[in-house]
């Protein structure tokens, strides 16, 4: 039984070490149709429970290695983990600078117990999919007692108390989630989050159902759909295909003042004229770089002190 992974380098969240919460079965309330774990049926707490002591013996015996952050994560949902709270406080004790996150699927922040523990974790990246309760229900599947209205409740909650750094996470199931309704419902709900980054991302390995994901293309042009005050980044790369198309310098210009891309976007979209271009225009510092989470976007000068109002 491993309950520590790792460390493993991220792109978005730097390099890792990774906590199993559930590492003896797969313990989750949702059952996704996109899971890289095989369908399974869906709890609301955890029957096979590691002992925290384990744990963070196990854990003691890693820490030497350089990390930036601790990641707690499960085979099914961390949240569900009994010992959440008590845990976090003795990884406290030994962690130094190294951050604190966990990947959740955010429907335990309708426990009380649960929303105020996750409070104390350096960073949270929480996971919405849907707003629609149909869309939610054939996507996520999730347990009986689970209600996405209480849920985007919960989840708009925390992100007005919460200090740390929040993430949020969609993953995009062709033909359900991605329809220009549900991203205009996405949308609305963001707009009223304090978040750090919100990650756009696809079927990237095999999924427990036959679902098939949704090209980079598409991605990008979902991105677009929502409101460009909002720090969205396109996290899935695995079906990206190189567009290689020219951009002018005010093309570049738009599109960064519309979406702020990374270096990765850029290779995928730019051809090599419009990548010169852009260089220059860095140079000029009419393009400029700005820091989010762990990575770096390319911003127009002119809109970096753009706040967007919530
Ligand atoms: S929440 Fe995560 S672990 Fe649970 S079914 Fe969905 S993808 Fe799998």
């Known amino acids: 039984m491993q309950i520590i992974f790792g460390p493993v380098n991220s792109r978005r969240f730097g390099t890792s070490l990774g906590i199993d919460l559930s590492p003896s079965a797969k313990q989750c309330n949702f059952d996704c149709l996109y899971c890289e774990l095989a369908p399974t049926a869906t709890v609301d707490k955890q029957t096979q429970v590691v002992e925290v002591n384990e744990i963070i013996k196990e854990l003691k015996n890693h ?3 350089k990390i930036d952050v601790i990641t707690l994560t499960a085979n099914g949902e961390p949240s569900l983990y009994p ?78 108390v919460y200090k740390g750094k929040l993430f949020i996470e969609i993953l995009f199931v062709h033909g359900l989630n991605d329809t220009v309704e549900e991203v205009a419902k996405l ?43 909002l720090p969205i980044h396109i996290a899935s790369r695995v079906h990206a295909e190189p567009n290689n198309a020219y951009y002018s310098d005010d093309d570049i210009l738009n599109t960064l ?54």
């Not at 707003?131 to 209600?147: A, G, M, V, W």
């Not at 304090?194 to 756009?200: A, G």
Request: aromatic fraction near 6%.
């Open 257 to 310: 003042d519309k979406r702020p891309l990374t270096m990765d976007d850029i290779n995928l979209l730019f051809d090599e004229e419009s990548k010169i271009s852009l260089n220059r225009l860095i140079n000029e510092e009419q393009i400029v770089k700005k820091r989010v989470g762990n990575l770096e976007f390319l911003i127009p000068h002119a809109n970096i002190k753009r706040k967007r109002k919530n």
């Open 187 to 229: 949308n609305n709900i963001l707009m009223t989050l304090n978040c750090t980054r919100i990650d756009l991302g696809t079927i990237d390995r095999p999924p427990a159902y036959p679902v098939m994901g949704i090209s980079y293309k598409e991605l990008h042009d979902i991105s677009l759909m929502f409101n460009n005050s």
């Open 83 to 160: 010992h959440l709270s008590q845990l976090i406080d003795e990884i406290d004790k030994i962690k130094n600078n190294t951050q604190t996150l966990i990947l959740t699927n955010s429907a335990a922040l309708v426990d009380e117990k649960v929303f105020n523990t996750l409070l104390k974790l350096d960073w949270v990246k929480l996971s919405l999919d849907a707003i629609s309760s149909d869309i939610f229900k054939k996507i996520d599947r999730p347990h009986e007692s689970i209600k996405i209205e209480e849920v985007v409740q919960k989840v708009q909650e925390f992100s007005k």
């Open 63 to 65: 820490l030497s290695t």
